[in-house]
């Protein structure tokens, strides 16, 4: 069992910068690979980022890439998500997730190995 409690989401402007937090608890390391998505009202959830505890790889979605930049924190087992030039078209509820491969993270319905946080709202405007 892993539990996932994500935070740091708030209302900025356009261009400004957030860091979300993913604190994890119980099993963390049972599952190898964390990853972040969002999804915007009437959209369907996308993937955003993703990172190895064991290696500390990350992938990102093009639509991020130079922008946002996950990690890890061992230690603490927190992921985070730096996102700096924010856009409005950024605005989303913003899911942390566990899953035991990335392969298995990027799967749009769950293979049944994963964890989902609560989610935090990001909120960009003009």
């Known amino acids: 069992q892993v539990q996932l409690v994500e935070s740091g989401g708030g209302l900025v402007q356009t261009g400004d910068s957030l860091r979300l937090s993913c604190a994890t608890s119980?099993?963390?390391?049972?599952?190898?690979?964390m990853g972040w998505f969002r999804q915007a009202p009437g959209e369907e959830r996308e993937f955003v980022a993703a990172?190895?505890?064991?290696?500390?790889?990350?992938y990102s979605a093009d639509s991020v890439k130079g922008r946002f930049t996950i990690s890890r924190d061992n230690a603490k087992k927190t992921v985070y998500l730096q996102m700096n030039s924010l856009k409005p078209e950024d605005t989303a509820v913003y899911y942390c997730?566990?899953?035991?491969?990335?392969?298995?993270?990027?799967?749009?319905?769950?293979?049944?190995?994963?964890?989902w946080g609560q989610g935090t709202q990001v909120t960009v405007s003009s």
């Open positions: 997730a566990a899953d035991i491969s990335l392969r298995s993270l990027l799967l749009r319905e769950a293979a049944g190995t994963r964890y």
């Open positions: 119980g099993r963390t390391f049972s599952r190898d690979f």
């Open positions: 990172i190895s505890w064991s290696s500390g790889n990350t």
